[in-house]
């Protein structure tokens, strides 16, 4: 079955970048794309943005352009996600979903921003 | 950007009862491109429905979606322990894809 498995937590301080991978098994990697969404404490989810997993094009959140990275690594059907210039405001729990429709997730990262 | 607004922000309710929970959108999403979550505390979401109408796989056929254009509806027919959660909607038909505040399912 399709599973998603992603890297661990991280503290990072602020200005620092942190790049969490996600590693996918179960399904042909390059048939569907790879969403990153995170979710702020006791908060709702913030979609930040997709990459095809066949093509590498990138769609990113307006809010986060100049700061985020999305790759992948087909060869080890890998996805990761860089976030640059850590803010406090970016500590959440980062997930990596597949397809459209976020069919499968993985089991989240959190990233803490502290000084 | 659609904005979604989910109702109410909380339902108590006991188990066995039916639940209906609401997501309407700012503005038409694109193919009723539509989905719905289920999360529990400390947990990932997970999928319940997609295209606003259809199953994912292996979710119980007591959850069921519907809705077009800007008014969405998921409802459980008959609650069971396990369902109580916070649920989520999200438009995928547009981007940036964006998702609801959440709607809290509690034991009454």
């Known amino acids: 079955q399709v599973q998603l498995v992603q890297s661990g937590a991280e503290v990072k301080k602020p200005g620092a970048s942190v790049k969490v991978s996600c590693k996918a098994s179960?399904?042909?990697?390059?048939?569907?794309?790879i969403t990153w969404v995170r979710q702020a404490p006791g908060q709702g989810f913030e979609w930040m943005g997709r990459i095809s997993t066949s093509s590498g094009n990138t769609n990113y959140a307006q809010k986060l352009q100049d700061r985020v990275i999305m790759t992948t690594d087909t060869s080890t059907s890998t996805a990761y996600m860089e976030l640059r210039s850590l803010r406090f405001d970016d500590t959440a729990v980062y997930y990596c979903?597949?397809?459209?429709?976020?069919?499968?997730w993985g089991q989240g990262t959190l990233v803490t921003v502290s000084s | 950007e659609i904005v979604l607004t989910q109702s109410p922000g909380t339902l108590s309710l006991s188990p066995g009862e039916r639940a209906t929970l609401s997501c309407r959108a700012s503005?038409?999403?694109?193919?009723?491109?539509l989905a719905w979550y289920q999360q529990k505390p400390g947990q990932a979401p997970r999928l319940l429905v997609y295209g606003a109408s259809t199953r994912a796989t292996g979710i119980p056929d007591r959850f069921s979606g519907s809705g077009s254009g800007t008014d969405f509806t998921l409802t459980i027919s008959r609650l069971e322990p396990e369902d109580f959660a916070v649920y989520y909607c999200?438009?995928?038909?547009?981007?940036?894809?964006?998702f609801g505040q959440g709607t809290k399912v509690e034991i009454k």
């Open positions: 979903a597949v397809g459209w429709e976020l069919r499968s």
């Open positions: 179960g399904y042909a990697f390059s048939s569907y794309g």
């Open positions: 999200q438009q995928y038909g547009s981007s940036p894809r964006t």
């Open positions: 503005q038409s999403v694109s193919s009723n491109y």
